[in-house]
């Protein structure tokens, strides 16, 4: 008669936190949300009414578009950093012609992102450039451009056409949903599926977690990473031209402060800025946090110098806590 097995020693089977953190980053995120919005209205009840919570969408939206180009990015190991410039290019480029109507204006608008992710992707798919130095010198080159162009060929309207006015800062059902979100709503859908239900998106995944290996595999890694900065650039140049609805015109100063909290969104919401481990549901969760923060710090008098202070603090040490839990789990 062979020997009863031994008893399960006590909590076998009991996760750790720092496990349970890292297998399910979206249930803490929406914790912490829940938390931010009840101590920013603490702070001013006034947040709870409809313009208040409104106006953190009216924000959050462009920068989780920004964001899931970074995501993406991030996921591959690589990063851009010239999303800032390629949305504020976008959108200047929509105010300039906007007089020609506003399907023409949106549709220039969006090919500013396609020939940036082009070359983007070239640099660094090709090419083989580190992404940080690609993307700084595009980030560089754009800013030279259209500073220059804003005197010459782009000269004229900075007003944006009333279709993108109401896209980007208009709402329906009574003033209760703002436009914009149904445009990030479709596209934060889209990326999902990409990412979670294509052969493309466990391509990202895998030249994420080691390109090498993805070669051998037979991944064009090339290709992918030109899909990858492409799809970047044009989800910058989209919220680009949300940012521009909301304000009614452009100026080359428009995207220029969401370069940092585009990246610490994503940070924030589990992507690994090693690459190959992430996804875009916790980057929402990410935009609309940083929303309400940015909500917070308005209302008890921040300046930018402490509201890009807080960014930076949050990427490096959510970078360290994510990446010890990561390795623990």
């Known amino acids: ?21 890292a297998t399910h980053p979206t249930a803490v995120l929406a914790l912490v949300l829940v938390a931010l919005v009840i101590v920013t209205g603490l702070i001013e009840p006034a947040y709870f009414s409809v313009d208040g919570l409104r106006n953190t969408l009216l924000l959050a939206v462009p920068l989780a578009l920004m964001a899931g180009g970074q995501t993406i990015a991030l996921l591959t190991g690589g990063i851009d950093l010239s999303v800032a410039i390629t949305a504020t290019g976008a959108a200047y480029v ?7 109507g506003a399907l023409v ?19 660094v798919g090709v090419f083989r450039v580190n992404p940080l130095i690609m993307t700084l010198g595009m980030s560089g080159i754009l800013l030279g451009l259209f500073t220059s162009w804003a005197q010459t060929v782009l000269q ?13 800062a208009g709402s329906f059902a009574g ?25 493309f998106g466990r391509m990202v995944y895998a030249v994420g977690d080691n390109s090498f290996a993805a070669r051998l595999a037979g991944v064009r890694v090339w290709q992918v990473l030109l899909a990858v900065y492409v799809l970047c650039a044009l989800l910058a140049a989209v919220a680009g031209i949300l940012l ?17 909290p585009s ?3 994503a940070v924030i919401g589990g992507t690994s800025i090693f690459g190959g481990w992430g996804g875009y549901p916790g980057t929402i969760l990410g935009a609309l946090i940083l929303g309400v923060l940015d909500r917070m710090l308005t209302y008890l008098g921040a300046g930018e110098a402490i ?7 949050i990427v490096l040490g959510l970078s360290v806590l994510y990446a010890r839990l990561t390795r623990n789990a």
């Open 175 to 199: 003033g209760l949903v703002p436009w914009n979100v149904v445009v990030g709503a479709v596209l934060a859908g889209l990326l999902i599926l990409l990412l979670t239900r294509t052969g």
């Open 307 to 313: 509201r890009f202070t807080l960014y930076g603090l």
């Open 263 to 265: 990246v610490a969104a």
């Open 244 to 260: 521009a609805g909301r304000n009614g015109s452009v100026d080359l100063q428009l995207a220029s402060s969401l370069l940092l």
């Open 105 to 123: 204006a949106i549709l220039l608008g969006l090919s500013v992102g396609l020939v940036v992710g082009i070359v983007n992707g070239v640099g």
């Open 156 to 168: 004229g309207s900075t007003n944006v056409a009333p279709l993108i006015r109401t896209l980007g």
């Open 1 to 21: 008669m062979s020997a009863a097995a031994a008893p399960p020693a006590a909590g076998a089977d009991r996760v750790s936190p720092a496990a349970w953190l």
């Open 94 to 100: 929509a105010g300039n012609q906007s007089p020609n």
